[in-house]
């Protein structure tokens, strides 16, 4: 009997694995690799990791894989709002016919405990703050929808077939093993990558967005914490740093721990991007009852110093 992650060999599910492996965990992972395999490397020695190449798209094989297990992290998806606008169809149908894929797989199996990666996406142009999660959302790209669409289908399952399902909204999660190679990925790598190569960083609107960077350790930790204690029920929990930082604070600090100044490019501000995010944490920080033990600064240069030690990443 296992643990099935999917999306477990991505950034964010490579630490959960990491993480429930040295628990003594049994763990599968389902993952297609489109992130690349570096991940996979440090997996393949762990003895209780089993992983699995392939696509939530692809029924019959996840049916396959599944078999076994009783919970599930599911954190496969199209990330990255940028990618989704280019190609709507795709995102759709990995973010959530994927998703329905599992849920429907695990009413047929019976598999009762299931975790959901949503996204700080789903609340878009809302502009009520701080953003509870009983308020408004209004998705500003296909990535958001996709998320949100597979909310709702969490929450039909749930009331229909009786799955317990845990609604994780990640905001901004950094930390090593983040690709800072892939088009559109997250800004953090993309800065630290130019910090140590020397080139100039492009800052895609003035540098003022503001949003809740949150340390990978601390959104594992929540993760893991919200699946033990999501009993027979339907939650939905914010999971965030609490405070809030600007893009262009995150470059002062980056230069303050480098001790290097890089050129920096202000360019126009790209579609779906929101200001701010400002998230409510009051269910994870009284329901849930954890807090982010990673400030800015500790977070930024743990991650920073990950990166001067594998430089070899960047070209991965």
């Not at 100044?261 to 995010?277: M, Q, S």
Request: glycine residues 8%; proline residues 4%.
């Amino acid at each position: 009997m296992s643990i099935f992650i999917s999306g477990g060999a991505g950034f964010i599910g490579s630490h959960l694995a990491e993480t429930l492996s040295k628990k003594d965990e049994k763990i599968t992972i389902y993952d297609n690799f489109s992130a690349g395999r570096f991940n996979n490397k440090l997996l393949e020695n762990f003895p209780n990791i089993r992983i699995i190449d392939g696509d939530i798209t692809d029924y019959p094989k996840l049916n396959d894989a599944m078999k076994g297990c009783v919970k599930i992290y599911h954190l496969a998806a199209l990330n990255r709002a940028p990618r989704s606008i280019e190609n709507p169809f795709l995102s759709n149908s990995v973010n959530i016919t994927g998703t329905l894929n599992l849920l429907e797989i695990a009413r047929k199996m019976d598999i009762k405990d299931f975790a959901f990666s949503s996204s700080s996406s789903v609340y878009g142009l809302s502009e009520q703050f701080p953003r509870k999660e009983d308020g408004k959302t209004i998705p500003t790209h296909p990535y958001g929808v996709g998320k949100l669409s597979s909310e709702y289908y969490c929450n039909v399952y749930h009331q229909l077939y009786g799955i317990n399902v845990v609604i994780l909204r990640y905001f901004a999660v950094y930390g090593p093993r983040q690709s800072p190679n892939m088009k559109y990925s997250a800004v953090i790598p993309i800065f630290i990558k130019a910090f140590l190569s020397g080139k100039t960083i492009a800052v895609y609107g003035d540098g003022e967005q503001k949003r809740n960077f949150t340390y990978v350790s601390d959104t594992i930790n929540a993760t893991i914490k919200a699946m033990k204690l999501n009993k027979g029920g339907y939650k939905i929990i914010n999971i965030a740093n609490h405070n809030e930082v600007t893009l262009n604070e995150i470059l002062e600090r980056l230069k303050e721990i480098s001790g290097r100044k890089p050129d920096v490019a202000y360019k126009p501000f790209r579609k779906g991007d929101v200001k701010r995010a400002n998230p409510d944490l009051s269910r994870m920080n009284f329901d849930l009852g954890y807090q982010a033990q990673n400030n800015i600064e500790s977070g930024l240069r743990k991650t920073f110093e990950w990166y001067q030690k594998h430089p070899r990443y960047f070209d991965v």
